[in-house]
């Protein structure tokens, strides 16, 4: 099996600075097609950052309601390019019950632009109409300690320090400890990234974790987490109204603006302990 295409790659640039500029060789991020197949048939193309491709896959595969635990998979590997060679571009999920997706049902066919999440979706109905169970009324966390988890993920995105391009999508536990960051060029990428872990390992629903998330806390990401059972979706930037009233009508607490000990509470605020 060939090993998945670099998450990173080098270029030659010109850097301007104050009145000069100088060529020097410059660090990006990587952004490869990622193909995802279930029982032979193509599912989705999206662009990703190369790396954990059978956590995404696994992940992607969850949000959708195709797989609800680790057992459900039979076998996931790389597969192969349309001209036979072996490829880190194409995942082979095999299922258990293969007869129990219905393939035709997806209308994600074509290339999905690495931010957009749930492109391919023909209404947000099919989403909210999932059955989930609402998650952990008990867990906390206490507010000066959730202000201080940024920075915690920020020293562990590795490639983002490199190329200053990468989202990035972290767990923690009531503490404040970090138990799992996986990074990608698109947002959703790296929650699939995180949940794909947990499904692989047989530790959903993630009840007793915090989710946080570089970018915006859009709709896709709201449900995604809903799904795998996260009771805190923390987010460093704005949330979207239909991401606040999914998380509302939920019963997910939904954070946003978290940065420079601030942050604003959109729902269910009971879960954070404030002082003061």
Not at 15 to 24: I, K, S, T
Not at 126 to 137: F, G, I, K
Not at 142 to 149: F, I, V, Y
Request: net charge neutral; aromatic share 4%.
């Amino acid at each position: 099996m060939r090993h998945p295409p670099q998450r990173v790659k080098t270029t030659g640039v010109i850097e301007w600075l104050d009145g000069h500029d100088r060529r020097l060789i410059d660090d990006v991020a990587a952004e490869e097609p990622l193909e995802i197949r279930v029982a032979g048939h193509v599912l989705t193309i999206t662009m990703r950052t190369p790396g954990d491709d059978f956590e995404l896959a696994a992940g992607f595969l969850h949000a959708e309601g195709v797989v609800n635990q680790r057992d459900d998979i039979a076998r996931i590997s790389y597969g192969r390019a349309p001209d036979g060679s072996p490829t880190g571009n194409v995942v082979e999920v095999a299922l258990r019950r293969e007869g129990s997706i219905d393939v035709g049902a997806f209308e994600r066919h074509v290339v999905a632009a690495s931010s957009c999440g749930i492109c391919g979706r023909t209404s947000i109905d099919a989403v909210r109409a999932r059955e989930t169970s609402p998650p952990n009324p008990h867990f906390r966390i206490e507010a000066t300690l959730l202000t201080q988890l940024p920075a915690v993920l920020r020293s562990a995105q590795q490639v983002f320090g490199r190329t200053g391009g990468l989202h990035a999508a972290g767990l923690f536990d009531a503490n404040g400890a970090l138990v799992l960051v996986r990074e990608d060029i698109g947002r959703h990428n790296a929650v699939d990234k995180v949940i794909g872990d947990a499904l692989l390992h047989g530790s959903l629903p993630l009840s007793e974790r915090l989710l946080l998330v570089s970018g915006r806390g859009g709709f896709e990401i709201v449900q995604k987490a809903l799904v795998a059972g996260v009771p805190i979706l923390a987010s460093v930037s704005a949330p979207s109204s239909l991401a606040v009233q999914m998380a509302r009508e939920g019963g997910l607490t939904l954070i946003g603006f978290l940065r420079d000990r601030r942050f604003v509470a959109y729902s269910h605020a009971g879960r954070i302990a404030m002082s003061g």
